[in-house]
């Protein structure tokens, strides 16, 4: 779990030093009203909102780290996008703290040529509510580590 914290406090640092820079060009933003805490399923952390957000509202655009097969060691595979069989990213922002749904509220789209996730909500979501996206749509991202679906 320290290594957990840890992780998304460095990725959390290297959106704000990232983001000095890019946010002008390419229109990097985190929400106001998000906030990450402790999830309600007793995960570990996940991402809140204190205030209604409207069904289609973008939420999140933050850059993100491409990776090859050879970068994708250790925990960080538990928290990257595929983009293809070569190659993922690694979101900065809150972008790797959203939890999994079968049911998400969030939608999200890589610009490969821009290294940027964008999450977007696909219903409404109301206040101290918790933002889910689908991480897959099969089991085989929880069979292969051996985690329980939610």
């Known amino acids: ?78 928290y990257d996008f595929y983009i293809d069989e070569k190659t993922s990213i690694l979101g900065l922002g809150y972008i790797s703290i959203y939890n999994h749904s079968n049911n998400p509220n969030l939608e999200y789209d890589i610009d490969v040529n821009k290294q940027t996730i964008t999450l977007k909500t696909t219903k409404n979501v109301y206040p101290n509510q918790e933002l889910f996206v689908s991480y897959c749509d099969d089991d085989e991202w929880f069979v292969t580590r051996h985690i329980a679906q939610i």
Request: glycine content about 6%; overall charge positive; proline content about 3%.
């Open 1 to 78: 779990m320290l290594k957990l914290i840890l992780i998304c406090i460095f990725i959390y640092i290297l959106y704000k030093l990232f983001s000095k820079f890019l946010c002008k060009k390419t229109n990097l933003f985190i929400l106001d009203s998000l906030y990450v805490k402790q999830s309600n399923l007793n995960i570990g952390y996940g991402v809140f909102t204190s205030s209604f957000i409207p069904k289609n509202t973008v939420i999140e655009r933050s850059y993100g780290l491409i990776l090859k097969p050879i970068d994708r060691k250790g925990i960080i595979a538990n």
